[in-house]
Antibody, heavy 120, light 113 residues
Framework: QVQLQESGPGLVKPSETLSLTCTVSGGSIDNNYWTWIRQPPGKRLEWIGY???????RYNPSLKGRVTISLDTSKRQFSLRLNFVTAADTAVYYC??????????????WGQGTLVTVSS | DIVMTQSPASLAVSLGERATINCKSSQSGLYTSSNKNAVAWYQQKSGQPPKVLIYWASNRESGVPDRFSGSGSGTDFTLTISSLQAEDVAVYYCQQYYRTPYTFGQGTKLEIK
């Protein structure tokens, strides 16, 4: 059974870097699309991006190059870094995994989510 | 980006009655090479992560009650709950995973009348 758990600071100052980690238990860490999604308060879900096998990444252009997703297979973790945050980045951040291992699938497995607030 | 537009924004239905949620894509033909529509439906209850109900537009996820069904093709997709139960109160989202950035509808809040 695949389980995902987000961890990281719940409060980040404006202009600083948001860093979150997702720890994966169960299933294979290889050959899967590991994804970050966020949900600002009262707004729709927003796809941030994914990483596949440590080398292939795809990001949402709306984040204008501020985002990096990395994968540490030895720790069974993948991470999100979002630079130069503003109040607009305040959201519940979810880590998730696509259903299939060759890309272009729905999100079958989700973490519980973690609220990150950007405020001084 | 492909824009997914849901209607209605909120819906109140009596217990045992049918609930229908619509989702319209800004791009037609979300077909994959295997001729499947890359659209999913998620249910999000308060304080919980989304849970997939329907994938490939009409495939019901294992363990999801058969009162939930998905249909549609082209630009128009529908989630139907045939007989509303109290535990179905939630926000429902459609999503396209045909092309990145994958995008979601704005959500439909379903309540009991």
């Amino acid at each position: 059974q695949v389980q995902l758990q987000e961890s990281g600071p719940g409060l980040v100052k404006p202009s600083e870097t948001l860093s979150l980690t997702c720890t994966v238990s169960g299933g294979s860490i290889d050959n899967n699309y590991w994804t970050w999604i966020r949900q600002p308060p009262g707004k729709r879900l927003e796809w941030i991006g994914y990483i596949y096998n440590g080398g292939t990444t795809r990001y949402n252009p709306s984040l204008k190059g501020r985002v990096t997703i990395s994968l540490d297979t030895s720790k069974r973790q993948f991470s999100l870094r979002l630079n130069f945050v503003t109040a607009a980045d305040t959201a519940v951040y979810y880590c998730a995994r696509e259903r299939g291992g060759d890309g272009g699938y729905d999100l079958l497995h989700w973490g519980q989510g973690t609220l990150v607030t950007v405020s001084s | 980006d492909i824009v997914m537009t849901q209607s209605p924004a909120s819906l109140a239905v009596s217990l045992g009655e049918r609930a229908t949620i619509n989702c319209k894509s800004s791009q037609s033909g979300l077909y994959t090479s295997s001729n499947k529509n890359a659209v999913a439906w998620y249910q999000q209850k308060s304080g919980q992560p989304p849970k997939v109900l329907i994938y490939w537009a009409s495939n019901r996820e294992s363990g999801v009650p058969d009162r939930f069904s998905g249909s549609g093709s082209g630009t128009d997709f529908t989630l139907t709950i045939s007989s509303l139960q109290a535990e179905d109160v939630a926000v429902y989202y459609c999503q396209q995973y045909y092309r990145t950035p994958y995008t979601f509808g704005q959500g439909t809040k379903l309540e009991i009348k």
